[in-house]
T-cell receptor
């Protein structure tokens, strides 16, 4: 079964500081990986994805993430935090090979609430 | 392109009632998935529909059901509501050949 672990349910940074949100997955086969952001009272917005190819992927709003197969990780970073980055961030995986019960579904981590201080 | 839309955005129901939520996917997307989001359980997969057929179902009781129409619009129904069904219900759509899903704003269901 797929599982996703986000280390740290709350992360606080100062405006202009580095943002690092951690995500590790458990899967026998490297899955497809995603980061989503959720602002209050809204749905999930796709930030970036890794499917194949370059392991460092860039997303919207200056975020990027690196897939490290040996560490089964997909950490999200942003060099300089902005007040508007305050939101909840979710890491998600989708099996790379559909196996009946996994077809078409995303497995989510529990989320990390990012607070940005002025 | 218009995004995923969900109606209604907010709903208050009483225990024992039933409710139907609606989702219109992005134009051209034939796959629609539903997720339940609660503070206690996080984001949990309910089911996925593709071309009017349920392809996959999560671990929810039979009170939760869904369907998809020929225009790819989907509805989700919950019968005999319980207090624990209070949640944000999110709908997501994707094309048949891709893996990234695009989410709607959700329907906030409160059961009293």
């Amino acid at each position: 079964a797929q599982s996703v672990t986000q280390l740290g349910s709350h992360v606080s940074v100062s405006e202009g500081a580095l943002v690092l949100l951690r995500c590790n997955y458990s899967s026998s086969v490297p899955p497809y990986l995603f980061w989503y952001v959720q602002y209050p009272n809204q749905g999930l917005q796709l930030l970036l994805k890794y499917t194949t190819g370059a392991t460092l992927v860039k997303g919207i709003n200056g975020f990027e993430a690196e897939f490290k197969k040996s560490e089964t990780s997909f950490h999200l970073t942003k060099p300089s935090a902005h007040m508007s980055d305050a939101a909840e961030y979710f890491c998600a995986v989708s099996p790379a090979f559909d196996r009946g019960s996994t077809l078409g579904r995303l497995y989510f981590g529990r989320g990390t609430q990012l607070t940005v201080w002025p | 392109k218009a995004g995923v839309t969900q109606t209604p955005r907010y709903l208050i129901k009483t225990r024992g009632q039933q409710v139907t939520l609606s989702c219109s996917p992005i134009s051209g997307h034939r796959s629609v998935s539903w997720y339940q989001q609660t503070p206690g359980q996080g984001l949990q997969f309910l089911f996925e529909y593709f071309s009017e057929t349920q392809r996959n179902k999560g671990n929810f009781p039979g009170r939760f059901s869904g369907r998809q129409f020929s225009n790819s619009r989907s509805e989700m129904n919950v019968s005999t509501l319980e207090l624990g069904d209070s949640a944000l219900y999110l709908c997501a759509s994707k094309t048949g050949g891709s893996y990234e899903q695009y989410f709607g704003p959700g329907t906030r269901l409160t059961v009293t």
